[in-house]
């Protein structure tokens, strides 16, 4: 069986920084692209950033700049580094991976908090 285990959420002022985490265990052929989403309350799901087993990012516009997503392909690992973190980005984190046992299917992670307050 193959989960997602997400780690480094928490409560942080505007302006600091978090690292979110994200490994895949179980057994599976290979991993293809990487991806971090979030969902504020009351808002629907989306994408923050993705990252391809090349190594290709795609972030999105409100986060260009700040976050900066990255991956250990040995470790089937992703992470988020979330720098200047303003109110706005307060939501439920979730890690995102096309893995491959006999076909590929979307696998999530079960989600991490993260709370930009002072």
């Known amino acids: 069986q193959v989960q997602l285990v997400e780690s480094g959420g928490g409560l942080v002022q505007p302006g600091g920084s978090l690292r979110l985490s994200c490994a895949a265990s179980g057994r599976f052929v290979s991993i293809n692209t990487m991806a971090w989403y979030r969902q504020a309350p009351g808002k629907q799901r989306e994408m923050v950033a993705s990252i391809t087993s090349g190594g290709s990012t795609n972030y999105a516009d409100s986060v260009k700049g700040r976050f900066t997503i990255s991956r250990d392909n040995a470790k089937n690992a992703v992470y988020l580094q979330m720098n200047s973190l303003k109110p706005e980005d307060t939501a439920v984190y979730y890690c995102?991976?096309?893995?491959?046992?006999?076909?590929?299917?979307?696998?999530w992670g079960q989600g991490t908090q993260v709370t930009v307050s002072s």
């Open positions: 995102n991976a096309n893995i491959r046992i006999s076909i590929w299917n979307p696998y």
